[in-house]
């Protein structure tokens, strides 16, 4: 029977146990079994088939997408730019301190002697000062220094108001070593006029005044030795003026005397 027709799963016949050699008596060689090849090692190969292609979901179309509307702002016309509003106003600065009214033994002391001569006695940010007029400034100097033992004047300067009738404001600025306690005495004075000097009360208003006379102008009557004490001799003009071209004269005295261009 060719081996096509065979039944590729044959029954085999059941397994005898082996036979039990007896004594004396040669055990005859089994013929060795035939090994019955697989229906794998039968079976002829087969060409090799073609994958089969992998087809993708289909996706649902989607549904067309509605036309959206224009933008508002695009599809209503501009409004009209507003007004802008005026900018706010900067809240008022906070005043600054005033002075005050000083009221002492001196001051009413002061005013009943000299009446209108004392213009003002105040106090201002924990500062005496006395303003007096030019007329008794010396007087009520001398009296400071006597009567008061303000025996120390600390300096004396000016201010310059250039638009004022008075133009200068004349400090001086007095000490106290017995009662430790500072005052300022001011008067005013036109362009011009002269002060009598209190070197005779205080010998260091000699270096003052000189420095007042250089700066600002101001003569002082009586004075030992009025010159100036910082700007060189031949110096044109006061620098502490308000109204004093400093590079102009600083050119022209540099000019003239040194025969150079000033550096300013």
Partial sequence: MPDETKDPNPVLPESKPPAVPQPGVEAAPSAPASAKPTPAETSEPSAPQAAAPVTK????????????????????????????????????????????????????????????GINEASTYVGQNYLVVDSTILYEILLRMRDDELFDYCVDITAVHYPKREAQFDVIYILYSFHHNERVRVKTQIKDGATLRSVVGIWET???????????????????????????PDGWKGHPLRKDYPILQQDQEWVKINLGIESGQ
């Fill in 57 to 116: 979901p289909e996706v649902a179309a989607k549904p067309a997408e509605t036309a959206k509307p224009a933008d508002a702002a695009l599809a209503t016309p501009p409004a009209a730019a507003k007004p802008v509003a005026p900018a706010a106003k900067a809240p008022p600065k906070p005043e600054g301190p005033k002075p005050e009214l000083w009221d002492s033994d001196l001051t009413r002391s002061l005013k009943s002697q000299y009446g209108s």
């Fill in 205 to 231: 208003a000699n270096w003052l005044e000189r420095e007042a006379f250089d700066m600002f102008g101001i003569s002082f009557d009586g004075h030992p030795d009025l010159k100036r004490i910082l700007l």
